[in-house]
């Protein structure tokens, strides 16, 4: 075990003081390249991706979400909504997961009646958001994970929601149906090769159907989720396989999607929602270390550290520089078909 990581599960340290090391690690290895740098080095990543598989690493990056759902609802929002909220002035954490959710719905042209699908739906907060405020929306939802399938087919018999889930990987699932809008939430960041997998949702969609996606990015250079060196702490507990596009990334990946409208919001909107759920996993403590004691039996307080740290690492990153280098961005295609 490294020092760093030493110091992070740790009793001992607090978060100022992590927090301090954060940002100043942050200052100093922030890079301001060339526009010609900033060119060759994308030229050189796209192609890069372009010979890869559409993801890989599938069942690691899944196995964060086939944790106990009861961890989720003590960290997440009412919602469960496990991505960046829109945070208007004051407003609360479930007042920032709904707002988000409109401005999908608003932004993307989703209209009453339409056959949707959410991949990589997480607990469903996006599914029942639409079932609630679009109810004659016919709505699927497709995730790898089980205990959200469970938690969603519960949670939709309960509220009389006709929702389809369906448990399959994105990268070899093929769809019997056609879909009018697909939304895709922090998602595309597991996968490589955005051109097959724009081939592959095009052949989801009907003819002039819509795909609207939300990824976090940073402002102008994209970065491949797998470490040099794999015994790094972010690679080695949270984070294997995926990408970290730029913000302009997919507009170079348009031979089967047309980008319609891109929406870029500063990254201090998923800061403020990964503060809020620090502060849920330091409110619901010992119902998290209860949880945690039947996953990681004797590291169960080394794990409750490490989440925290986790949050927080998201946080100081998006937050870093007024929330100018690292943001969320929204993107809508339209099938070219």
């Not at 250079?221 to 507990?237: G, H, N, R, Y």
């Amino acid at each position: 075990m490294g020092i760093a990581e030493r110091l992070i599960e740790s009793k001992y340290v607090p978060d100022f003081v992590i927090r301090i090391v954060f940002r100043i690690v942050l200052y100093f290895t922030r890079q301001n390249p060339s526009p010609v740098q900033i060119a060759k080095q994308k030229l050189e990543f796209i192609k890069s991706l372009k010979a890869k598989k559409i993801a890989v690493d599938t069942n690691e990056a899944n196995a964060p979400y086939d944790f106990p759902t009861q961890f989720y609802q003590n960290f997440l929002g009412p919602n469960l909504k496990y991505s960046a909220n829109y945070f208007e002035q004051n407003s609360s954490l479930e007042e920032s997961e709904v707002r988000m959710m409109e401005i999908y719905c608003k932004n993307s042209g989703l209209k009453d009646g339409m056959h949707v699908l959410d991949i990589g739906c997480g607990w469903g907060s996006l599914v029942f958001y639409i079932a609630k405020n679009y109810p004659n929306c016919k709505i699927t939802a497709l995730t790898h994970s089980n205990s959200q399938i469970a938690f969603i087919r519960s949670k939709a018999v309960n509220l009389g929601c006709d929702i389809t889930v369906i448990s399959a990987d994105i990268s070899t699932f093929e769809a019997e149906n056609k879909f009018d809008m697909i939304f895709a939430v922090e998602v595309l960041e597991y996968m490589q090769n955005y051109e097959l997998l724009f081939e592959k949702l095009s052949g989801w969609m009907k003819p002039n159907g819509y795909l609207y996606t939300h990824i976090f990015c940073h402002k102008d250079t994209p970065v491949e989720l797998i470490a040099p060196d794999q015994d790094s702490w972010m690679f080695k507990f949270f984070c294997r396989g995926g990408t970290l596009p730029s913000e302009d990334l997919f507009l170079w990946f348009q031979k089967d999607l047309v980008v319609e409208s891109r929406y870029t919001f500063p990254g201090t909107h998923y800061s403020k929602t990964a503060n809020t759920w620090i502060e849920n996993m330091d409110k619901n403590k010992e119902s998290i270390l209860e949880i945690f004691h039947q996953v990681y039996k004797d590291e169960a307080f080394v794990w409750f550290k490490r989440w925290r740290f986790f949050a927080m690492m998201v946080a100081e990153i998006f937050g870093s520089n007024g929330g100018n280098d690292w943001l969320i961005v929204h993107y809508l295609f339209k099938n070219r078909k």
